[in-house]
């Protein structure tokens, strides 16, 4: 019912910036929480950041936490992850989720942006 799309990946090298968009499309009207997720080939899915709503919260994993940022622009239908001091293992294919009031799990999945970091 909600339709997402990530755009903004590419080829940087080692600590250099990316911003990331995911822009959602079709039932928007909810309030969902929006989250990124990344995964590389052959690994498990992993958590890298979450933003309530309202903006009101955020939420990074370790790995990434005091380098990238996530928010939201509700009017644009749009969630963004700005990523500095990329590093080699951020590289992986980046997914943007959206999370339904009272619901633990992301119900609705992008089909993901590449990430390449050079070393």
């Known amino acids: 019912q909600v339709q997402l799309a990530e755009s903004g990946g590419g080829l940087v090298q080692a600590g250099g910036s990316l911003r990331l968009s995911c822009a959602a499309s079709?039932?928007?009207?909810?309030?969902?929480?929006m989250g990124w997720f990344r995964q590389a080939p052959g690994k498990e899915r992993e958590f890298v950041a979450r933003?309530?709503?309202?903006?009101?919260?955020?939420y990074y994993a370790e790995s990434v936490q005091g380098r990238f940022t996530i928010s939201r622009d509700n009017a644009k239908n749009t969630v963004y992850l700005q990523m500095n001091s990329l590093k080699p293992e951020d590289t992986d294919v980046y997914y943007c989720?959206?999370?339904?009031?009272?619901?633990?799990?992301?119900?609705?999945w992008g089909q993901g942006t590449q990430v390449t970091v050079s070393s």
């Open positions: 989720a959206a999370q339904e009031p009272g619901n633990s799990l992301y119900s609705y």
């Open positions: 079709g039932r928007t009207f909810s309030r969902y929480a």
């Open positions: 933003i309530t709503w309202s903006s009101s919260s955020t």
